[in-house]
């Protein structure tokens, strides 16, 4: 078999892995914390480490790689997600399993910053387009079992096993990749941005520190407080940085186009509103509703098979229609469906989530690929893979600072919901008592065991009912919350998003008619 061939199967193992470690981690979290003992923000760290890095390495990887070549990062990338693998398998406390599921982040950036570019060199013509559609397939391919694999591997073998899967397939992707994959590297690149690497990464991981801790340190302590001047100072400076630097990792220029900017918005709250609603929706199903991993995972199905169903149609769509409609209605069924969830009540079953499933899992379907061809598509050709970088980039941030922001609200308020749904029954005293200052850990946790014989029999009971009712209300409003990020999205998208603004029609006479331009790619 020819080598390109060979070099499309490696990255497209590798991408699998990388994403699907994304999505099959959600399902197994109430298990990792059974099994662990772990806190609602060791949960949340399960998520946000992996993202972090995954986020802050992605640029610079991607420099490093035009550097000292995309085949070497690639493979480097390989052994660092399966090495990080192996490690969160054998992890036997919450820090153990965040620490390398962050160094999972960094394997997974080196991976992803380098696939589009290894297959790019490896393909031309038609091939090419055929490689790239094999690639989206399996990216949506990742997406759409994750959640069930997942339930499968956690019920069957344990949670464990969801990391040690990763190991032999590593070890079979390094292999071809050394073998088979021919190296390439951008003769013009001069050197990595290290000063932005470290403003980046430094302000992004302190600003999702304090959204995850200030409820237990208080919002208005001087921890907290000191956190978050230190991310905005890092972060303002990263901006700055990127400005004085003759090869910065994220072109500020990119933005001047209303289109690019669209197109990063759109993926930031795509990922800030539904995606990062996954980790409630499996505490949901599994600490509420009872559900085993493999249950869980089954009823994710309308989402993530509807979304690889439309993803296609997106595609072939994006032709004959504006873009913008396509991510500006995507995120508006968004809205619509989070909008939806907030109809849960304490007594509700899993089948008042199944139009919402259908309606976020057609918006998904409809966003992805015209979203991933306008961060492209926009920009000049040498450009592309910083854009494409950049909208990655965009995501993951968009997904740990979701996660982070939206947990604060839902620690709050599920606490406060509970303590108010006790009291009518008068064992509000004994279970504050019982949980020694524990409350909202226990409570975001869904660890309601942990109480053990500290409470009476009649407390146990009705914590249980006035649990459910704080979980109600912490949840129905973070989905609230989430579908106003949505349809602030979808806003962007409608408004930003032009047609003018893409590359490939720049050249286009100014007496070209609207219609025309709205049957072409860009929209």
Known sequence: MDRKWWTLIAVCVAIFMLLLDITVVNVALPEIRRSLHSSFSDLQWVVDAYSLTLAAFLLTSGALADLLGRRRIFTIGLVVFSGASAACGLSGSP???????????????????????????????????????????????????????????????????????????????????????????????TGVDWAGLVTFSGGLFLLV???????????????????LAAALVLLVAFVLVEHAQKRPMLDL????????????LVAL????????????????????????????????????????AVAPVAGRLSVRMPVRLLLGSGLVLIGIALLLMTTL??????????????????????????????????????????????????????????VA????????????????????????????????????????????????????????????????????????????????????GALAGFTLVRGKDFVAYASRPAEASEPEAAMSPAG
């Open 95 to 189: 820090l153990m399993l965040n620490l390398a599921r962050a160094v999972q982040g960094v394997g997974g950036a080196m991976m992803f910053a380098t696939s589009l570019a290894l297959i790019a060199e490896a393909f031309q013509g038609r091939d090419r387009g055929t490689a790239f559609g094999v690639f989206g397939a399996v990216t949506g391919a990742a997406v759409a079992v994750g959640p069930v694999l997942g339930g499968v591997i956690t019920t069957g073998l344990g949670w464990e096993w969801i990391f040690f899967v990763n190991v032999p397939i590593g070890v079979v992707a390094v292999i071809v990749t050394l073998r088979k994959v021919v190296e390439s590297r951008d003769p013009g690149a």
């Open 209 to 227: 520190y304090a959204l995850v801790q200030g409820n237990a340190k208080g919002w208005g302590s001087t921890e907290i407080v000191t956190m």
């Open 253 to 264: 220029a990119l933005f001047r186009r209303p289109a690019f900017t669209g197109a990063s």
């Open 269 to 308: 709250t795509l990922a800030a509103s539904f995606f990062s609603m996954f980790l409630y929706l499996t505490l949901y199903l599994q600490n509420v509703l009872d559900y085993s991993p493999l249950q869980a995972g089954l009823r994710f199905l309308p989402t993530t098979l509807l979304s690889f």
């Open 345 to 402: 009540t304490s007594t509700s079953t899993w089948t008042v989530l199944i139009v919402p499933f259908v309606l976020a899992g057609t918006g998904v379907g409809l966003v992805n690929p015209p979203l991933a061809a306008t961060a492209v598509g926009v920009v000049p050709h040498e450009r592309s893979g910083m854009a494409s970088g950049i909208n990655a980039t965009f995501r993951q941030v968009g997904i740990a600072t979701g």
């Open 405 to 488: 922001g939206l947990g604060a609200v839902f620690q709050h308020v599920i606490t406060t919901g509970t303590v108010s749904a006790l009291r009518p029954g008068g064992h509000a005293g004994e279970v504050l008592a019982g949980a020694h200052g524990q409350l909202t850990t226990i409570l975001s946790s869904g660890s309601l065991n942990a109480l053990g014989h500290q409470i009476s029999h009649a407390g146990h009971v009705a914590l249980e009912h006035a649990y459910r009712v704080g979980f109600a209300e912490a949840f129905t409003t973070i989905a609230a919350i989430a579908a106003v990020i949505a349809l602030v």
